[in-house]
């Protein structure tokens, strides 16, 4: 009988163990980036299986265009969650869209012991930010550009389209800077990014989820006016003096001063092909962060050009459907898109300062235990 307890004793020891490190990679990730930092995601544990969950009511944001943006998100965390199992000694199955009935059900991990892999983007996982700030826009090396290539192109089913040549980047930073200028314009989207800012340290540690307002890099007489401009009436009036405009400038700004401007595609518009757009996103965010290169999506006029391609325009003005119609053979045009489809727009490059990762929900909230 000794025996057998102490085997049991054993057996529960490394259960116990299993399930801190399957914790572990959870918590890992849920590092992963999500529109405005809303974190759409839930997690079922069922000893070493865990389903992952779609939360739709975290992002309400019209970018969210058939919850591609959300689906994105989660792709990026499943490829964090591979990459840490493999590194903390962990093998992992996933399973997208296990009932065709349940679409909120993204994914099945189930998890079994193994021994611990060299991952070269474990370490940038932590380390990953958004990057909403000035960037120094050196070129890229050759060999950075391979690597960001081929952080990406392990992911099958998607497609990594980098521009880096100074004329073509010019062209395309033109188009892409309606992005912000939009957000200026347009009242739902405007109450969104306000309802997601969070002004002191404290809002964040009591909310874990939104936008810090230093990671906007703002100067001192943009910090100190911007709390106005969460007015709807007070931006609607700046606007006839030119508000968006300058807005748009300001991105125009940034987006010249990268190193590279990049869309990641996928070979399809279902939802699976999102989520695995996502790991290729988040493949290649690592490798950016890796090679000490900061990082922004640039992807919400990306999400609104689909949205008036499939005749969704509610909540958007009517003179922003028809610029966004001209806008988008344009923008495919210029990354050479063909008939892939967009997922997610971006801009690269050495930042002028370092940036923070915004605060992340505590893994209790996020798992449910069954």
Not at 46 to 60: A, C, K, M, Q, W
Not at 91 to 109: E, N, Y
Not at 216 to 236: D, E, K
Request: neutral net charge.
């Amino acid at each position: 009988m000794d025996k057998v307890h102490a085997m049991d004793e054993v057996q529960d020891e490394m259960q116990d163990k299993m399930q801190d490190k399957i914790r572990e990679v959870l918590r890992l990730g849920t590092l992963a980036p999500s529109g405005d930092n809303s974190q759409p995601w839930r997690f079922v544990m069922r000893g070493t299986e865990v389903d992952l969950f779609n939360v739709p009511s975290r992002d309400t944001s019209l970018y969210n265009y058939r919850q591609r943006a959300s689906l994105l998100g989660h792709g990026a965390l499943v490829e964090n969650v591979a990459i840490s199992a493999r590194a903390l000694g962990l093998g992992v199955s996933v399973t997208l869209f296990p009932d065709a009935s349940q679409p909120d059900w993204v994914c099945r991990f189930a998890f079994t012991p193994s021994e611990p892999a060299e991952e070269p983007l474990f370490a940038a996982i932590p380390a990953r930010i958004t990057h909403r700030g000035s960037y120094v826009g050196t070129p890229l090396t050759p060999a950075q550009v391979e690597s960001l290539k081929a952080a990406a192109a392990v992911v099958p089913g998607t497609a990594l389209h980098l521009v880096t040549g100074p004329e073509e980047r010019a062209a395309l930073a033109h188009l892409l800077r309606w992005n912000e200028r939009v957000v200026f314009e347009n009242p739902h989207l405007h109450r969104f990014l306000f309802e997601h800012l969070r002004w002191t340290r404290e809002e964040e540690e009591r909310t874990r989820d939104g936008i810090p307002i230093d990671t906007l890099f703002l100067n001192p007489p943009q910090r100190l006016g911007f709390p106005a401009l969460s007015r709807w009436g007070v931006v609607r009036a700046l606007n006839h003096v030119g508000l968006s405009a300058v807005v748009a400038l300001e991105s125009l700004r940034k987006l010249r001063a990268s190193s590279a401007l990049g869309l990641v595609s996928a070979d399809g518009g279902e939802d699976r092909d999102f989520v695995v757009a996502g790991r290729a996103m988040e493949r290649l965010w690592l490798e950016a962060t890796r090679l000490g290169l900061a990082f922004q999506p640039v992807t919400g006029i990306i999400c609104l050009m689909e949205r008036v391609a499939a005749g969704e325009v509610d909540g958007i003005p009517s003179g922003h459907v028809e610029r966004l119609r001209k806008l988008r053979p344009a923008v495919a045009e210029a990354f050479g898109l063909g008939s892939r489809t967009p997922a997610m727009a971006f801009r690269l490059g050495p930042p002028v300062r370092p940036g923070r990762l915004s605060p992340r929900f505590p893994l209790e909230r996020v798992v449910d235990v069954s």
